[in-house]
Structures are given as C-alpha cells and as structure tokens.
C-alpha cells in the first residue's frame, strides 16, 4: 500500500489527513511515527511491510462474512456477552463443537453444535442456567453461519 | 472456443430479503418500488399466484394481506451489498469476470479444470453457501446462447439450476422452446414483428438468412443471428462502460408545494449524481432540472417544466453543480402547484483526465482546485457511511424524502441494523 508519510506532518492540513486517515484500512497500525527530515534517506524504507489489517484477520472471506448482534447472557462460557458482535463465516462448512448461529422455530439463535452424552446432536449453551436444545430429524433448523470471532467492548 | 456462462441471481431482491428471513422461504415475497409505488420483484410463490409485474401497491394491498403475502420497500443499500458479495465470490473462482448487471455477470470458463458444467455447479453451490443468494448457471458458445442456457437451467428443475449447452446432446431442441421475445437483444417490437413472419421462437430465427435479418433488424440483429448460431460477437467487457448522462430523481414521498423543499430535495440529487460523476472520474458540462405534478390526478392543476444550465467550466464539485441545478429550479418554479417529483440530469460528461480545454477556460488548475476535498469527502463517506458529511443544501429531515414503510434493516452496512441472534 502506497503511503505519503509528508500528509501525517502537515497537521494543518486536515483534508488531506481526514482523506487519509479514511482511505486506510479499518484497523491499521502504522509503522513508524517518526517524521523524516527531507532528503535524508530513511533506513526503515526497505523493511516498510504491509500494516496489520484486523479485517484480513477476523474476516479472510469477507464477501462470506456477516456481523450479527447477540442478544441474551446463554453463552457466557464461550466469551460472547449481551450486545457483542459476533462475526460469522458462512463460507465454512459448520462442524461439531463450533460455535453456530441457527435458524430454530423462527428465530436465530447462537450456540454450540455439540453432541450430548446419548450420541444426539445438540445445540448446546454455555452458561449452566440454560438446557441444551436437543436436534431429532423432526426439528425444522438450519445453520445459518459459523461464528469465527468475537468482538467484545472492555 | 470460449465458453462463457451467465451468473444469474434468482429472484435477486426477494433473496436478498430471505437471506436475513429464513422464515420467509417458500413463502410469497414482493419488493416494491421508491415510496412504496408499485411491484417491482416478485417470488416465484408471488408469480404463482398470478400477481402481475408492475401493479400499484395501493390496488393489490388488500389481495396481498389475504393471500399472505409479504411485502418489502426496496432495500438498495442491502441488495447493492449482496450483489458485491456475489460479484467478489465469482472474481475469486473465476479466471474473468463481467458484471453485467445488479444481479447477473457473464463468466468465461474456457478450459476450467474439471470441465464448465462440473465448476459451475460448485460454483453455484459456493455462492449460495457463502452469500445465501441461490443462482442459475447457464453455459453456451456466445454470451446470447449462455443467457439462452441460463434461462432454461432456471425454468426446467431437471436442470438443478445449471445447464449446458455447449455439450447438450439436442441443442437444437432448446432454441425451439426459447421464445423469440426471450433471446437476448430482441426488444419487444421487433419480437412483434418476427412473429408476423411467423418466427416463433430462437431456433426459427437462427434459420433465417444473413441479408434478411441486416436488411430488417440492422447490425445489432445480425449479431444475434450470428451469436445464436455460435459465432461470438459480443465481446467480454473488462469494467463498466462511463455513462454519458448521469440522472438522479425521485419521486416524493407526499407531494411537494414549497420552494425551499424543492431546493433541499435538488441539492439532496445534485449531492448522489456528483459522487456517480466522481465515481466514474468524469466531469459534467450541462446540468438540467426538471419538475413535474403527478399527471394521474385528474382535476389538479398540472404543470411541468425543465431547465438546462450550461456550466462555465466542466466539473464534478457538488456545490458548483447544487448552486447550478437550485438556481434551474429556482426560474422554474411555480406557485399553487403540488409537485410529484423533481431531478438533476448531468449531461455531456467527459473524463476529467481527457476534457476539452478551450482557449477561453480558466487555466487548467482551477478545474481541479475543489478535487482533493471532493475526495475527501468521498472517502469519509464511503468509510463511515453514506451522508456522513453533507451538505446544509441538503435540508436536515425534509417532508420531501422518500415514503419507505416496509423496509428491512440494512443488515450488512449499518451497525444499528445488524440481524439479532439470540444466547
């Protein structure tokens, strides 16, 4: 990625800094904060690499990726709290023991695939105050997504 | 020989809808038109029940509740984003890509590994998995035999949502069930005109003769003749095409009276019609407005009037155009009228890096002073979203804006809209 370091000195010069505080990625850590005193040549530019994207981390596939909203405290264990954002892959082919978000008796809901103690297949809550929902062939589901991360505000 | 397929979104905006409504599969769908208007997309349940294309909202609403159907205002910032989804989905399988519309992109499969059925079946599967929009694949020696193909992997289920073509045993046999007016670049009239030769159908038309279709359809027609019998005339198209004219109107959600809502709802398209310039890095030269009564209330006093406003320099900066367009409207304007829409035209438009000078221009630099804050401005809402900075011309929430009662939560671009999953 080209990168015009002159922009982040000219601190009157909010357009071009707005401009380019906005055309980076999401989440980018720069390099070097340092100003450069010009026509000294600066000894970092040939070890300059991309900036850590955390798009490119949470979501590889973003054209597969969808952030969804959790609602309720049932999976506390796994780290997902009230209000958090939760990022699903829909691209990955959903496995025992992921998290997942399915589509039961009209609603969405998130929890762990899992398999009970009897063998069954199970969506399975992390907090002990709620019970499994066990899955027969009768029961009219789907899983909509995998869950990858998670993003919590501290 | 390239092998292309069309890509092609079934019922794209009610999937979009049912995407994020999983209750709402197999289940009578519409999405309707800007304020709520008419039906403009219907779930195959909807077509089903025999419920026509185009019909005001107001006429069938009742036959709607009834027949549980449900009804959508558009969504276009949800249907744009899964549409982008769809598109990055093929660019990442596919050697080459070419949108050709909202909800359809031409591919070239030439020499896929596996062979162009057996990819574009995964391919199918891939992006209904990862976008939940479900697609037909159709594959054929030119892109009008692909749309062919396309459209008889979608209405024959045997096909399982793709079919070939180029490797159908009896190719023939599927020109004969295409109807003439379902071939690609037949318009209407013309399908009308074939059909009084007493061609019927896609196979007919490829029987006819080279001179006969020049003479009557001229060379757009000879192209599909030849794309019908497999010789390709339609080339693949790398990126859009630059528009020559840019519109951007609306209808009002209730009919406007005042001047000062006119002039908030022009800036408000001068404001969308200059990012689309920007967009694709043009340049206007004229700007023309138009106003209009709604002309379906007989006994109300009509009017209707346009303007075009010649500018001094060619340029894509918003307040020059806004200050352009409100002053059209503003000659036009005309008292005790109760107006049913207005819009901006951008016309003669050229690239900003090819423009004309004339010796009687400004010095070059003045067409490109306002440029890089434009751009900024651009940037900022392209990151924090649409309308993020705007201008005060715009007006803050004017009674003009549009009538959308039943739209859904803009799922993928609003973090105050995201779907909520239960824990």
Request: hydrophobic share 40%; net charge positive.
């Amino acid at each position: 990625m080209k990168r015009d370091t002159r922009c982040w000195q000219l601190s009157g010069h909010w357009v071009g800094r707005v401009g380019l505080l906005a055309s980076r990625g999401a989440f980018e850590l720069p390099l070097s904060g340092e100003s450069v005193p010009a026509g000294f040549p600066s000894p970092a530019e040939e070890y300059l690499e991309t900036p850590l994207d955390l798009n490119a981390y949470v979501a590889p596939r973003p054209e597969a990726t969808f952030f969804v909203r959790a609602s309720g405290d049932s999976m506390i264990g796994a780290g997902i709290y009230h209000d958090d954002i939760l990022v699903v892959d829909r691209s990955q082919q959903p496995q025992q023991g992921n998290v997942v978000i399915a589509f039961l008796d009209g609603e969405f809901t998130v929890k762990r695939l899992a398999r009970s103690c009897d063998g069954d297949l199970v969506l399975a809550p992390e907090n002990p105050e709620f019970s499994p929902i066990l899955l027969t062939p009768e029961t009219d589901f789907e899983i909509w997504g995998v869950v990858r991360h998670v993003i919590h505000k501290v | 020989m390239t092998e292309y397929a069309l890509i092609d979104c079934n019922n794209f905006y009610a999937s979009c809808e049912r995407a994020f409504r999983p209750d709402l599969r197999n289940r009578p769908i519409v999405v309707l038109s800007n304020n709520d208007g008419c039906i403009i997309a219907r779930s195959n349940e909807v077509k089903a029940l025999g419920i026509e294309m185009g019909i005001p909202y107001f006429k069938c609403k009742a036959q709607l509740d009834r027949q549980g159907v449900t009804a959508f205002s558009s969504n276009y910032t949800l249907y744009g984003d899964m549409s982008a989804r769809v598109m990055r989905v093929l660019q990442r399988f596919c050697p080459a890509v070419e949108m050709y519309s909202i909800d359809e992109a031409f591919v070239d499969l030439t020499g896929v590994p596996g062979g162009a059925l057996a990819f574009s079946r995964h391919l199918k599967a891939t992006v209904e998995n990862w976008t939940g929009i479900p697609v037909s694949i159709g594959i054929g020696a030119t892109k009008t035999l692909a749309k062919v193909a396309n459209r008889f992997a979608k209405k024959e289920s045997r096909c399982r949502g793709v079919f070939d073509l180029i490797r159908s045993p009896e190719p023939d046999r599927v020109l004969r069930w295409t109807d003439i007016g379902d071939v690609w670049g037949i318009g209407r009239r013309h399908a009308k005109r074939l059909r009084s030769f007493d061609v019927q159908t896609a196979f007919d038309f490829k029987q006819l003769s080279r001179d006969w279709v020049k003479r009557k359809m001229t060379v757009t027609g000879l192209h599909t003749l030849l794309e019908l019998r497999g010789f390709p005339c339609h080339e693949f198209a790398a990126g859009p095409v630059p528009k020559k004219t840019i519109v951007s109107s609306r209808s009002f959600g209730h009919p406007v009276t005042r001047l000062e809502h006119l002039l908030e709802a022009t800036a408000q398209y001068c404001t969308r019609a200059a990012e689309k310039l920007r967009r694709q890095k043009s340049v206007t030269s004229t700007v023309l407005v138009f106003l209009e009564t709604n002309t379906f209330k007989p006994g109300q006093p009509q009017y209707s009037n346009t303007m075009s406003i010649p500018l001094q320099v060619s340029t894509a900066h918003t307040p020059t155009l806004i200050r352009a367009a409100q002053s059209g409207i503003d000659h036009i304007y005309r008292e005790g009228y109760a107006f049913k829409k207005c819009g901006v035209i951008l016309s003669g438009l050229e690239p900003v890096n090819g423009r004309w000078l004339s010796l009687l221009d400004l010095p070059p630099d003045a067409h490109d002073r306002h440029a890089p804050i434009m751009e900024a401005m651009d940037t900022c809402n392209a990151r924090w979203g649409r309308d993020t900075l705007k201008f005060a011309a715009v007006g803050i929430n004017g009674s003009w804006r549009m009538k959308r009662e039943l739209c859904s939560q803009r799922y993928t671009t609003a973090w105050k809209e995201l779907l909520v999953v239960k824990a």
